[in-house]
């Protein structure tokens, strides 16, 4: 396919109307852009929309009644909570209600029209500066105001998430805020229950991986599955795939992504 017009890591990536979006992300020297590419699956091209209010990356993306939500993320050596919305049909933004927390280094995940923020990194005053979180915040798009949910079990940050049946999948992550070739990574699958507001825990990943990157089938052109593709394994980028079956509550490996890699994304 064509690729990306501006090559970046930590982007954030989303789906309206059948065309991928990719915005911020950092720089090949290693600073934050604001910059806002569509792409559209039809005709292989890209197209340069209006830039994000403010230059980041690691912040969480999600979609919400066609609109793209951008909430927190990294702006140099510091965390902001700001939330940015973009409209693809008007190419603007709009800036909400900020999250109370500010932090980078996790996922937005909607359950019953409420935007999840859970775990990520935020700032600390004891060196290397910065540590993982177990805090989780909702955000309301209708009101445009937050609420303290259950932590997390065990603080995470570059954990890749999924939705499914109304529960929330944690997978993997760093489990200490050390240099990523030092960070103390994790298997393990924490599973958010929204309606309840409670948490439980599933079958471990096979690998123990962070920063990678998770989507799921639905069993229409693929058996009903969550892909968890890449992320930072023993040392180094890996190209594994593991397929979680949460039926069963097992996991699999499937065929290897062609380029190993981690701080990516993937949709369906």
């Known amino acids: 396919m064509t690729p990306m017009p501006t090559a970046r890591g930590g982007v954030g990536i989303a ?29 292989n091209g890209w197209t340069s929309k209006m830039p994000m209010p403010t230059p980041r990356n690691g912040f969480a993306i999600t979609v919400y009644q066609n609109k793209i939500y951008c909430i927190g993320g990294a702006v140099g050596n510091g965390y902001v909570g700001n939330n940015e919305v973009f409209d693809p049909v008007s190419n603007t933004w709009e800036t909400k209600t900020s999250m109370p927390t500010p ?28 540590n993982e979180t177990n805090i989780n915040e909702a955000y309301d798009p209708t009101n445009d105001s937050w609420t303290t949910k259950t ?3 065990r603080a995470i940050q570059g954990y890749a998430s999924v939705v499914e049946e109304g529960k929330i999948y944690l997978m993997g992550g760093s489990l200490e805020s050390l240099s990523l070739q030092n960070a103390v990574i994790t298997a393990a699958n924490q599973v958010y229950d929204a309606q309840n507001n409670s ?18 089938t639905e069993g229409f052109m693929a058996p009903a599955s969550i892909y968890y593709v ?28 062609p380029t190993a890699r981690a701080y990516l994304g993937v949709l369906l």
């Open 15 to 43: 789906v309206v109307a059948g065309k991928i979006y990719a915005i911020g992300g950092l720089n090949g020297n290693n600073q934050p852009v604001s910059t806002t590419e569509e792409y559209d699956p039809q005709t």
């Open 151 to 153: 932590p997390i079990p």
């Open 199 to 216: 948490w439980s825990l599933a079958a471990n990943m096979l690998n123990a991986d962070s920063y990678g990157a998770a989507a799921a």
């Open 230 to 257: 890449g992320g930072f394994s023993d040392g180094e980028f890996t190209s594994k795939v593991q397929a979680y079956d949460w039926m069963n509550d097992s996991w699999s490996h499937v065929e290897s992504m």
């Open 103 to 130: 932090r980078a280094d996790l996922s937005a995940n909607i359950v019953d029209g409420n935007i999840f923020l859970m775990g990520g990194k935020r700032y600390s005053n004891i060196s290397p500066f910065f």
